[in-house]
């Protein structure tokens, strides 16, 4: 099936040099762009798109605020944010919900990279991005929040901690996908967080009392 993705900026050359990027890197995708923030909401009550790779500085913008919104609309789509700020900017957008990070100055491989990741993965957060959120991950709670969790989704847990996508989790527990995306719900609701990086931080600080 085809996965469709909105290009959100308000440079012709990004949108269509990216456009063309992906369309000569990934096959089965669907690409439709947005100039403005609220082109993007009009063509999201339109539209469903699996991912958004959104500019945070484009006409209209509504800075952090725009993730909320655009995950209200759609829970499931994921976002991309496509930046030039660097990892504290970036931060901040994953902390409100988004799920992963990419600089403009990326080379072709690493922008394809990225978005295969996040459609089959559900998040992308480059080395240093990754090592930059745990250097500034919020104070370690006392009590263990795994007990939080059941067998089942600790086992999910676990899976998605070591990298593991929604594909692969369905195959290894042979578990249909929609369940998969709903234990996921749970989870991070659970955990009091919204994104893969908190979460290798609960299971480095909290695993092993866990097991």
Known sequence: MNKRILIADDHDIVLTG???????????????????????????????????????????????KMISEIKQICQETKI?????????????????????????????????????????????????ITQYLLKTSTAVPQTNPLEKLSEREYQIFNLMVKGE???????????????????????????GTSNIVDLIKIYENFSAEKI
Do not use: W
């Open 80 to 128: 991309l944010i496509f930046s030039v700020h660097d990892e504290s900017v970036a931060l901040q957008y994953i902390q409100e919900g988004a799920d992963g990070y990419l600089n403009k100055l990326s080379k072709v491989e690493e922008i394809a990279e990225a978005v295969k990741k996040i459609l089959h993965e559900g998040h992308y957060y480059p080395v240093q």
């Open 165 to 191: 996508g929604s594909l692969e989790i369905s195959n290894i527990l042979h578990i249909q996908m929609p369940t998969i995306s709903t234990y996921k719900k749970r989870i991070y609701k659970k955990l």
């Open 18 to 64: 990216t456009s063309l990027i992906l369309e000569s890197k990934i096959k089965d995708i669907l690409i439709d762009t947005a100039e403005n923030y609220l082109e993007v909401l009009e063509k999201m009550g339109c539209q469903h798109y699996d991912l958004i790779i959104l500019d945070i500085n484009m006409p209209e913008s509504k800075n952090k």
